[in-house]
């Protein structure tokens, strides 16, 4: 449970690089309107869901604790099932699984490979809307997996907080496990490369968390804007405005944000099943010289859910 846990993830492609990047009225472009919600990265069709699947840091922290929290004999809901693999997870331990999913051919995804693994009498596939569904009884456990670096673009804490409210009004307390079962954030100033092959472009940059070689200089520590547990309140808005101060010289021309889920905590172990997502670098307006013990006052605002242009877009930096 510690904030900012340096050496958890494998140096690997991950679920955040690889999900659609589709153009979003909105995000500042021109272009034909779309439904912004229908492509905010909230709905993944079934062709990135291999990258997700075999995201090992991902999917082993969910399987762990999906196997240490969900009771067994219980009753589990997922909400975005996808291909339905933490379903059956939960088909492990629970009686009884419903598994939401909102894209007609990834819920029929769902249901045959669920079958294909044996678990079709356990597990139900709904093709529905997480934000607006309830089950007819209650649950024991939710698992939702709409997570997105810094919680940008998809929609798990709206979508949670809706189930939160409409679940205590249809069922009362207590409300289920939640897996995750808490996100932490964290902002750090770096220093980064944004030259590619002399095209110099400073543009948001998504990185493995932890790789072996750290493509970035740090250049102050990280510092933690949120942490808070899906059970309690949760955040829906983020607003930075601190000092911080730079402990080491060079170029400041980054904002590097971390995003720690702590998808099953224990404890009684005194630890948990961490997932660290991708790191995302963002470019500040104008790249800063400092030195070491520089006070840069840093700013961002943006909602759970928004664009990543729309974090951009708020981030300033000024030397004290
Ligand atoms: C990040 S994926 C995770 C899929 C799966 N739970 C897994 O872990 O592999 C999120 C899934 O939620 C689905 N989804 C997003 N918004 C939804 C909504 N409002 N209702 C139902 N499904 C939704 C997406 O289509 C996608 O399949």
Known sequence: MNAVDPHIAKPTLTSSVLRPRLRVVGEG???????????????IPLHYHGQMLATETRVSAFREAIARLV????????????????????????????????????????????????VADRVSVIEDDAATFLP????????????????????????????????LKRFGGPLPIFIPE????????????????GYEAPVPM???????????????????YAMFEYRAAIPQRFEYDRVLTM??????????????????????????????MDYLVMPLPEALEVASGDQIRVQFEYDAGDSVTSLGDSILATKQ
């Open 182 to 197: 808490a996100t932490i954030l964290a902002v750090q100033p770096v220093g980064s490369s944004y030259n590619f092959q």
């Open 29 to 43: 472009e021109t272009g034909p309107k779309v439904d912004s919600d229908a492509l905010l990265g909230q709905y």
């Open 71 to 118: 009771p067994t004999g219980g009753v589990a809901l997922e909400l975005g099932g996808g291909t339905g693999i933490m379903s059956y997870f939960a088909s492990k331990k629970a009686r009884k699984v419903i598994c939401v999913e909102r894209i007609p051919h990834v819920a029929a995804a769902a249901r045959k490979l669920l079958a294909r693994n044996g």
């Open 206 to 224: 998504f990185h493995p968390a932890h790789a072996a070689v750290d493509p970035t200089v740090q250049i102050g520590a990280p510092d933690v």
């Open 247 to 276: 402990n080491a010289a060079g170029t400041l021309n980054g904002l590097r944000f971390i995003t720690k889920n702590l998808v099953g905590i224990v404890p009684e172990e005194k630890r948990s099943f961490d997932w660290h």
């Open 136 to 167: 007819d009884e209650p649950v024991d456990a939710v698992i939702c997996e709409m997570l997105h670096t810094a919680l940008l673009r998809e929609k798990q804490t709206v979508i949670i907080d809706r189930f939160k409210q409409s679940y």
